[in-house]
């Protein structure tokens, strides 16, 4: 049975910083490409960040240079450390995997205040 269990989010004024992280279960972590996804109210979720097996990693254009995720393939847990956040960063955000079909996390509500 796949897990994906966040934690981290909360509230931060804008300029501040969060770090969310996943912890993973019921897959095999350190071959699995994983990725963070966020959705503002009224918008489409977005992928935001994204890790390869490899370490390889992509960002959405708007969180590039402020935003890094990160994987401890001892831990099963993916990072997301979000710097400089501004209030347009304020989305629930999901961590995702594709296992066989996508696994979503339950989500962490991140709001950033101006």
């Known amino acids: 049975q796949v897990q994906l269990v966040e934690s981290g989010g909360g509230l931060v004024q804008a300029g501040g910083s969060l770090r969310l992280s996943c912890a993973a279960s019921g897959i095999i972590f350190r071959i699995t490409a994983m990725g963070w996804y966020r959705q503002a109210p009224g918008k489409q979720r977005e992928l935001v960040a994204g890790?390869?097996?490899?370490?390889?990693?992509n960002y959405v254009d708007s969180v590039k240079g402020r935003f890094t995720i990160s994987r401890d393939n001892a831990k099963n847990t993916v990072y997301l450390q979000m710097n400089s956040l501004k209030p347009e960063d304020t989305a629930v955000y999901y961590c995702?995997?594709?296992?066989?079909?996508?696994?979503w996390g339950q989500g962490t509500q991140v709001t950033v205040s101006s």
């Open positions: 890790i390869s097996s490899d370490g390889t990693t």
């Open positions: 995702h995997t594709w296992w066989s079909n996508d696994y």
